[in-house]
Structures are given as structure tokens and as C-alpha cells.
């Protein structure tokens, strides 16, 4: 008689976890989930809550107790003054607690571009995670994602109140955009495959590659009012995002990361897997998520 495979997640209040959550319940699956606030999860006999942090070994110890298979992201600390150091504490607390656990296999949330080094910004700390895990366990699939459709939903201000997006990258510089929506039952599908072996990645690139002025367009048509586009200098993108709230280091590291996708990333749209299929395009994904969020708020 085959046992009931138990499946361990981080960050399940995130957008992705919130769905892969429902998807591995769905599944007939026994899932723990590991968080801070545990006890805002609904409640399901297939589901045990571990309250505790990525960042304490013993937490994620508990997290990995009688689990299978772990689903590990590694959302940022917005506020660290050391961000890089802090998603190394956190692929050194995973690392530490595979290594003494049952669990077989890990599906890791990493993103496009952490197969390069320090000059892709915040996309580093997602390499310094997976060099860890990569250590840890024999079977480790890097799900390296393309830029979240959702990111957009950081405009819902700007675009209600200045009728724009700004960004440091030129308006006609195309690149991938992916729904976390489609994020989530590409991990979910990934999990529940016992089939793959070995150390492996996957680009998870979505639909097709979109430029800024294209997204702004798009936008604009669904919510009925034209929303321009402007090029910042980095500065100017620095201040502004200090000015909402981001931590220095944060801030800093996501601007560069935008300065990379200008400088031109690797051409990832040749790697595109046409046998892929894809739930959301941007259109669906501002028709379905951004525009009814943004009408509950003006």
C-alpha cells in the first residue's frame, strides 16, 4: 500500500503559496506549511501549520519532520541592511535542516537570471539560495521564474494618482512576464512528480516576452484611461522607492536588478518551450487580477 506523501512549503501566504497550497490540498496530499502567523491559515486535516521562521534552522527542522518533498521561497526582508546576507542565513538554514531530514527532493522558487552572478541585483540573493540547497539534497529542481505579472500591482498608487509608470528601463526593452497564477501550478505539478532525478532547472518564462510600453498600452485600454510611461535614472527610481517604504539595501538591489534587464539579459525567449502551456497572458492578468484591485481602491 502506497503511504500518503507529505509535502513541506515556505512562505504560504505569498501569492504563490497561497495557491499552491490549495492546489497540493487538492491533490489529496498532507501538507506543512511554515510561517510566523500560522494561525491565519485556514484550518484542514491535511494541513499542519509550524510556526517559526526560514531563517532559524531548527524551525525549518520542525517544518521538514516526517515530509517527502520541500517547496522552498525565499520571500525578501524589505527592511535588512544586508539583504544579500540575509537570503544567505536563509539557504544556510535550509541547508542545515536537509541535511539532517527525510526529505528526498526540494523544488526551489529561484528566478531567471540566477545562473549568472552579482551584477542581476536582487536576482543574486536567489543564486546564494540556490548554491546552498543545490549542496543539500540529491534531487533539487530550480524553478527559475521570468518577471511576475504581479510587480505591477506596486503601480496601483502611481497610476491612480499621476496616471504613470516609471521604471529605469526603456520603454521598448522587452522581457519575459509570468503569472504567479501560472507560477504556482507549474510548482504544483513539479511536486507531485515523483519521475525526475538529479539536479536540474527549469525556465519558467510565461506567455511570451513583453515590453514596458507594451504592458503601459495594455493597461491603459483595460482600465480606460491612458497611463503614460517614463524612463528614471536610477537615482531618481532609488529615491522613489525609499520614499514608499523599501529598506536602502532593498531598494538599491532592486534597481539594479532593473538596470540589468536594460543592460540586456541573455536572449531567454529563444528557450521558451512551445509544449508549454500558459493559463494567463498579461491582457487576462490585468483583466482577472490587476483591474478589480484597482477599482476596489478608487
Request: net charge negative.
Amino acid at each position: 500500500m502506497q503511504t500518503q506523501r507529505t509535502i513541506a512549503i515556505t512562505a504560504p501566504f505569498g501569492n504563490i503559496g497561497q495557491l499552491l497550497l490549495a492546489r497540493l490540498q487538492e491533490a489529496g496530499v498532507a501538507v506543512r506549511a511554515l510561517s510566523r502567523n500560522p494561525q491565519n491559515l485556514a484550518c484542514s486535516p491535511q494541513l499542519s501549520k509550524i510556526s517559526g521562521s526560514i531563517q532559524n534552522p531548527a524551525d525549518v527542522a520542525r517544518l521538514l519532520d516526517g515530509a517527502d518533498t520541500l517547496f522552498w521561497a525565499t520571500p525578501p526582508d524589505f527592511q535588512s541592511p544586508d539583504l544579500l546576507a540575509w537570503y544567505r542565513q536563509a539557504g544556510e538554514s535550509a541547508a542545515s535542516a536537509l541535511s539532517t531530514s527525510s526529505v528526498r527532493r526540494v523544488v526551489h522558487l529561484s528566478s531567471l537570471g540566477a545562473e549568472l552572478g552579482s551584477e542581476t541585483g536582487l536576482i543574486y540573493g536567489h543564486r546564494l539560495v540556490e548554491e546552498q540547497i543545490s549542496e543539500a539534497a540529491a534531487d533539487v529542481m530550480q524553478l527559475r521564474c521570468a518577471y511576475f505579472m504581479e510587480n505591477f500591482l506596486t503601480c496601483l498608487m502611481s497610476i491612480g494618482d499621476e496616471k504613470r509608470i516609471c521604471r529605469p528601463v526603456a520603454a521598448g526593452r522587452a522581457f519575459p512576464m509570468v503569472a504567479t497564477a501560472d507560477v504556482a501550478r507549474i510548482a504544483a505539478d513539479v511536486l507531485l512528480d515523483e519521475s525526475w532525478q538529479g539536479r536540474q532547472s527549469m525556465d519558467v518564462l510565461g506567455p511570451q516576452d513583453l515590453s514596458l510600453a507594451q504592458a503601459v498600452q495594455i493597461l491603459s485600454e483595460e482600465l480606460g484611461e491612458q497611463i503614460s510611461y517614463e524612463q528614471l535614472e536610477g537615482s531618481l527610481c532609488l529615491e522613489h522607492l525609499t520614499n514608499i517604504g523599501l529598506g536602502a539595501d532593498m531598494a538599491r538591489l532592486l534597481v539594479r536588478s532593473y538596470e540589468w534587464i536594460e543592460g540586456g539579459t541573455p536572449d531567454y525567449a529563444a528557450r521558451r518551450d512551445p509544449a508549454q502551456s500558459w493559463q494567463q497572458d498579461f491582457r487576462s492578468f490585468v483583466r482577472q487580477t490587476f483591474v478589480p484591485i484597482f477599482s476596489a481602491l478608487h
